[in-house]
Structures are given as structure tokens and as C-alpha cells.
């Protein structure tokens, strides 16, 4: 089974839409990590499974969102309630608490991901601003394929073309 993350768009409608054109057919499942700045209502936003980011003033997001499919239960939040800039430890109580497969996030607009007891954190980077090591690449987002044993993790960037170096094989 394959899941698509993205997050931090920040009002960019046509990413998305291009991102779902070209991955949506191919995955069970997009997700968004929040800072859209968009509302539900925006054609941009039609299938993907969103929460609400610390920029989304105004829209009815929900702060957490759990979906169990293929009987992996995938969690997203933002991260910003969770203190994700300087620590896990709030998150991964969270994804110990729904009993979370993959814990996603967003906030930091830095991708990142790693297997922590059995659990996926992954963080998408931001698709229209990022930041840090991998800022030149101008926004990435991810493709996860989750195998009985293993994840597998594939980072795109903004011109939705995979990135040889982001590209993870990670054991449940």
C-alpha cells in the first residue's frame, strides 16, 4: 500500500492539484499535514485528508486526523501543539496513545523521517517553502509503501521527480 504526504503549501493550490493528478490514482490514500491556507471548499483540497495548521486561521480542520487502512493506522497532525522544532516526545505519546503505524507532521518545513519502537515519524517538508539541508530543492513531499516489514520511504520534489539521496528503506 502506498500513502502520499505533503504539507506547508501555504496557499499554493496548483501544487496540489498537480501532486494529485499525477499520485493520486496510484496511492490509497493523500494526506496533509496542515498550513494549507486553503478552505475545505477549494478544489485544491478535494481528497486529501487534512489537518489544521498553526497559519490555517478561520478553517474547520480538525487538529488531529486517524485513518486505519489495510490495518495500518496512519495519524497526522501539524505539529505545532506537539512542540515538534525541539522534541518528539509529545508526539510520540500521542502516536503511543491512537496506537499509531505512521505518526505525520508538518510545522518545521524540514522533511525527516525515522522508525521510533515500531512507528514511522515522518515530516513531508514543505512542498512550497522549505527549509534546512534540503531547502535547494524548493519543497518536497512523500510517498510511503508500507510492506509487512518494512517502510519505504520516497522523497519528490517540487517538480514531482523522485530524489535518488531521499529515498529510505526502513524496517517496521
Not at 496542515?34 to 486529501?48: F, I, K, R, V
Not at 509529545?90 to 512507528?119: D, R, S, Y
Not at 514531482?160 to 531521499?166: D, M, N
Request: with cysteine; net charge negative; aromatic share 10%.
Amino acid at each position: 500500500m502506498k500513502l502520499l504526504f505533503v504539507s506547508d503549501n501555504h496557499g499554493d493550490a496548483a501544487i496540489l492539484t498537480r501532486i494529485k493528478a499525477q499520485f493520486g490514482p496510484a496511492v490509497a490514500a493523500l494526506f496533509h499535514c496542515g498550513d494549507s491556507n486553503l478552505p475545505e471548499s477549494d478544489p485544491a483540497m478535494a481528497d486529501y485528508l487534512t489537518v489544521i495548521g498553526n497559519t490555517d486561521w478561520g478553517l474547520n480542520y480538525l487538529p488531529v486526523i486517524s485513518r486505519t487502512l489495510e490495518k495500518v493506522k496512519v495519524v497526522v497532525t501539524h505539529g505545532h501543539e506537539y512542540q515538534v522544532n525541539t522534541t518528539l516526545t509529545p508526539l510520540m505519546l500521542l502516536a503511543k496513545e491512537q496506537g499509531a503505524a505512521i505518526m505525520a507532521f508538518g510545522h518545521t518545513h524540514q522533511l525527516g523521517c525515522e522508525v521510533i519502537k515500531g512507528t514511522l515519524y515522518l515530516n513531508p517538508g514543505s512542498i512550497s517553502q522549505p527549509r534546512g539541508q534540503y531547502a535547494y530543492l524548493g519543497g518536497t513531499f512523500a510517498v510511503v509503501e508500507v510492506t509487512a516489514s518494512a517502510f519505504h520511504v520516497q522523497y519528490y520534489d517540487r517538480n514531482l521527480t523522485p530524489v535518488p539521496e531521499l529515498s529510505f528503506h526502513l524496517a517496521r
